[in-house]
Each structure stands twice: as C-alpha cells, then as structure tokens.
C-alpha cells in the first residue's frame, strides 16, 4: 500500500531529490516550500506553498495524515549562521518546534525524518567519524542540527514520535537519471561553483590554503544526493514495515545515521577535476571561511549494516559529471 509523504522544504536541493527518490518507490508524495520551482514538482502529487509551521501547512498536515515527514526545510549555509544566527534559531528551532508540537497530538503519530548534518562534529578529532563521537558544533548552524537532535530525542522519550536523524557530509552532484528534474546542487557549495565558473568562464576561489591537510585545503566526504534520497527511502522501510505507530521504535540504538562514503576529497582535487575535464580560467586561493573545519570523513557503516544502504553514486566522475550535466542542461 502506497504511503502518504510530506517533505517540508521539498523543492530545495536535497528535498527534491527525496521527493523524487519516494515517489519512484511508489509513495504519495506531497511537498510543502515557500517556493515553487516547476521542475521540481514534476509528477509530484500535491504542493503548498507557504512556510511549513504556519496554520495553513499544519492544516494540511492534518488533512492528510502522512506515514512519513521527511523535514529538509531550514537555513543551511555555515557563514551566513556566524553573521546572522537569529534567522538560522527561528527557522531551524523555533518553527521546527512548531511543527513537532502540533504533530505530537494528531491521531497518527507519522515517521519524522530529519535533514541533520556533519556540522554537529565540529572540529573533529577522528577520521573517519562515528555516530557516537563528540558533538560539538562550532557555528549557530551546526548548533541548530545538535540542538533539534537532541529536541527530537526529547520528543521521542515523552511522545513516542518516532524519528530517524541523517548526519549529510557534504551533499552533491544531481539525479543521474533525468537532469531536467530536482534541484541544482547548491550553488554556494564548492562543485556547484566549480561547474559554474567552468561554464560561464570565470575564476573559482578556494578558501583556504593553510589546512593541516595532505595540499592545504579542506578535506570533506561528498556523498551524491541520489545515495542520500535512497538512504530515506530504505530506513522508511524499515522503520515503517509492520510497525504500529503507536508502538515503540525499531531500534534504539539505530535512530541516528552518518551518510557518507568512508573517504575524502580535497577542494584542491575538486577544482583539478573540474579544470582538467571541462576548464577553468583561474584559481584563486582566499582565506578561511569561519567555521570550516580541517576535514569532515564519514564512517557510515551503520547505515550500511542497519538499513542495507551503500553508496552508488558518490565517486568523483558521477558527483561533478552529473552536477555539470544539470547546469548545462538548464
């Protein structure tokens, strides 16, 4: 029997592509965004557009009883959080809350899936990360992921609303299938404006070249949006799979997962990768961006063991080709 989804902030970049991942699984699939980009709701069953904690989203919350709300809307960029973090507590804290507290009474406690992120690490010591490793954010960003963890753990102990957290590394790449659907990767991160100054012939800047790392740039673990959409869609299995909601979770000790791919790629190999296949004018080399750690490598074998989840697409080649294919199609 298909499953009813929601996805808040659905036509953003990793929302799309989870939109899409469940609807190919067979699911209804709603989407609530504040914004409407059409190629994002292609094939989609219904969308609201409007902020996911005002009473009109709620409403349709209600209205449509879901078995699962996967929750990627929010404020997601490290810098912006250091300037301004009292956009990043009102959209990631206070409206999440919102949305939990009146979620927590509906008649059908549904599944929350949270957009969490590698930022709760800090500046870890160990490579590659646990899921038990230190928390330790160190932006308001990467405090609002801890804290809303946290806050959802909280819920789950008083209100038995089950959830399951995804820590993302760094998110990338397009659906490899059709490059006409899903969201561009997002254009502040480093593929994203590899490709672009590829495209439109213009410098790209590294920030940071005093690293302690093998070239002096930061080391993350990219891992291609598609492996991440799959990564909701199996835990929806197994989480929902002859589960009354009412009853107690699946595991747990299983609510939290890392999705990465164990290994990680410099900003130097990324912008070499680009330059080398497709061109870049210039390099520039700028300081440090505030809150930007050394490196960030994910150790996700308890997805891997617990879901049945493994990685396809996030080598190098697939992430930049298909990211690069995306923008020259549009």
Not at 37 to 62: C, M, N, V, Y
Not at 208 to 229: E, K, L, M, S
Not at 245 to 263: E, I
């Amino acid at each position: 029997m298909a499953r009813t989804v929601i996805v808040t902030g659905g036509c953003g970049y990793i929302g799309s592509h989870v939109a899409r991942a469940f609807k190919q699984n067979g699911d209804r699939v709603f989407i609530i965004d504040e914004v409407l980009r059409e190629h994002t709701i292609k094939d989609i069953d219904g969308h609201w557009i409007g902020d996911f904690a005002q009473p009109a989203s709620l409403a349709l919350l209600h209205s449509l009883a879901p078995d699962v709300i996967v929750h990627c809307a929010g404020t997601s960029l490290v810098g912006p959080s250091m300037v301004n973090p009292a956009e990043y507590y009102d959209n990631n804290i206070s409206k999440t809350i919102t949305l939990l507290n009146f979620v927590k009474d509906l008649d059908k406690l549904p599944l929350i899936m949270f957009s969490s992120s590698a930022s709760v690490y800090g500046e870890a010591t160990d490579a590659p990360i646990r899921e038990n490793a230190r928390i330790s954010p160190i932006s308001p960003y990467g405090n609002t992921k801890a804290m809303t963890e946290t806050i959802l753990d909280d819920y789950w102990q008083a209100y038995t609303l089950q959830y399951v957290c995804f820590r993302y590394f760094n998110a990338a790449g397009a659906e490899p299938f059709n490059f006409d659907l899903g969201q561009a990767p997002n254009a502040t991160h480093l593929v994203a404006r590899a490709c672009d100054a590829s495209i439109n012939n213009r410098a790209i800047t590294i920030n940071g070249d005093d690293f302690n790392t093998v070239d002096g740039t930061c080391v993350r673990d990219y891992i291609h949006v598609w492996d991440i959409a799959m990564a909701h869609v199996l835990a929806a299995n197994k989480c929902l799979a002859g589960v009354n909601h009412q009853g107690p979770r699946w595991s747990d000790s299983s609510y939290t997962f890392n999705l990465g791919t164990n290994t990680g790629i410099s900003n130097k190999e990324i912008v070499d990768y680009v330059a080398n296949k497709y061109g870049v004018p210039f390099v520039n080399y700028s300081i440090r961006r505030d809150g930007d750690p050394a490196i960030l490598i994910a150790d996700a074998s308890h997805a891997r063991q617990i879901l049945g989840w493994s990685p396809v697409y996030s080598n190098i080649n697939t992430i930049i080709d298909s990211a690069y294919k995306w923008y020259t199609n549009k």
